[in-house]
């Protein structure tokens, strides 16, 4: 290897992704207490969402081996979801732990304030984890964020306020049936409002763009924006974008 | 709506650049299909044409 004066210093500027002298906080994960409620922020503010959008794909490209499973780009894999929406999780502190409570600490939060919600989760091999359910439920609860892709939007998780619904999900087995409640300090927006929203910001942006890809999901969007959940309105379900916005019993029922 | 097909369609719209229209055409085809075959003949080949798209950034 030929030394090359300044290429370490090059070197050092290009992995910390910091300019001499213009540290830029907002590409810092933020501090996540142990299931403590991690408020987001408005990520874009009045910006036009490029810049933001572009050093966002970059950390999620970076973020997945692309030996894992996926799509083909380094975005979507299904060991760990969207990347993108990780990477704004991480940003925001929403990849931080939902605090874990017993059951009858939940029924008395779901009395008081909590919106009591269900997951329920199977062990098919669509994800192709081949785990059980129970363990993926335990991964929502302590272990590493692994996001989800649906048809409204991406996000954490969906939930329903319905058991039976979420039973219906399930594959039935012990500890396929996550039970939570979502924070009353929850931001949540509405799907059709966030949608529209989304559509408006995202329209500047050409389709097949990285900036189209962030801003043209509604969940990607609403993450950043600081929303907690999305109240999917015509369906009565919740996605959950911040999993320290949710209180978790443990274990999985 | 069923989970095998909301997991199979939540991933192509998912990981594929899509319209707000698009989205909501097939949003609201599949809370009212039990399986890919139960889908609108319309929605089963838009999703066929979406999952043809080339990724973000056009890879």
Do not use: C
């Not at chain 1, 503010?45 to 490029?50: I, K, L, N, T």
């Not at chain 1, 087995?173 to 989304?198: C, H, N, T």
């Not at chain 2, 939540?10 to 399986?35: K, L, P, S, Y």
């Amino acid at each position: 290897m030929v030394y090359q004066p300044g290429a370490a210093v090059l070197i050092a500027i290009s992995q910390s992704r910091h300019l001499p002298g213009k540290h830029d906080q907002s590409t810092h994960g933020r501090r996540r207490g142990s299931g403590k409620y991690v408020a987001g922020r408005d990520l874009i503010g009045a910006g036009d969402g490029s810049e933001l959008a572009l050093d966002i794909d970059r950390n999620a490209a970076k973020s997945v081996p692309e030996t894992l499973p996926g799509d083909g780009t380094h975005r979507f894999r299904k060991e760990v979801g969207d990347a993108q929406f990780n990477e704004i999780a991480r940003r925001q502190g929403f990849d931080g732990k939902p605090k874990i409570v017993d059951e009858k600490q939940l029924d008395d939060l779901t009395k008081e304030d909590h919106v009591e919600l269900f997951r329920g989760v199977r062990a098919s091999g669509f994800w192709e984890d081949h785990r059980s359910a129970a363990d993926i439920n335990d991964q929502f609860r302590r272990g590493r964020l692994r996001s989800t892709l649906g048809v409204f939007a991406n996000g954490t998780v969906y939930t329903t306020k319905d058991h039976a619904e979420a039973r219906s999900y399930s594959d039935d087995s012990k500890g396929s049936i996550q039970r939570m409640g979502l924070r009353p300090e929850a931001r949540v927006a509405k799907y059709s409002d966030i949608k529209d929203e989304a559509r408006e910001f995202a329209s500047s942006f050409p389709r097949g763009s990285i900036e189209y890809s962030i801003w043209g999901d509604p969940g990607k969007y609403a993450a950043a924006r600081g929303y907690d959940a999305i109240h999917i309105d015509v369906v009565g379900s919740y996605l959950i974008l911040n999993r320290t916005a949710v209180v978790a019993q443990g274990p999985s029922i | 709506m069923n989970a095998e097909l909301s997991q199979r369609v939540g991933w192509i719209i998912g990981t594929h650049d899509v319209t707000f229209d698009e989205r909501d055409q097939v949003a609201a085809a599949v809370v009212h299909a039990e399986n890919w075959d139960d889908l609108p003949a319309g929605i089963r080949s838009l999703l066929l044409e979406i999952e043809r798209r080339p990724g973000p950034g056009g890879r």
